[in-house]
């Protein structure tokens, strides 16, 4: 009996730990904004520049220009964090039909395209 509970509370932790991803603070900043740009905005424009919101662990940034949104991370990494980034995000936004693509740019930053 013990070994069966035991087992069943170690399959829920590592259920529960499965689900948390180390992007979640930046997905409550992109998804705020996907979510505006189907909702309340056909662009940010120029003024989304103002708009830029920052993560409450400090790590990202996203800020919204036209119908794009940019993603940094806030401090100097490496191509191969912002590579890692860029698959997350892609994988959450996979079946979203707003989002078109996730890609990075030329700047190195990572792009979320929500263009028509």
């Known amino acids: 009996m013990r070994r069966l509970f035991f087992g ?15 992007y979640s603070y930046l997905y409550e900043q992109t998804d705020y904004f996907v979510e505006q ?15 830029k919101r920052t993560t409450k662990d400090g790590k990202y940034s ?31 936004y996979k079946n979203d039909r707003r989002v078109n693509r996730v890609y990075i740019n030329q700047g190195g930053t990572v792009v979320i395209d929500c263009r028509n």
């Open 8 to 22: 069943i509370a170690c399959a829920m932790c590592m259920l529960f730990a499965a689900s948390c991803s180390k």
């Open 37 to 51: 740009l189907t909702t309340t905005y056909q662009s940010y424009g120029l003024q989304g520049l103002s708009e």
């Open 62 to 92: 996203a800020t919204p220009m036209g119908r794009l949104i940019i993603v940094k991370i806030e401090e100097y990494v490496s191509d191969d964090k912002y590579e890692s980034l860029r698959k997350d995000l892609e994988r959450h």
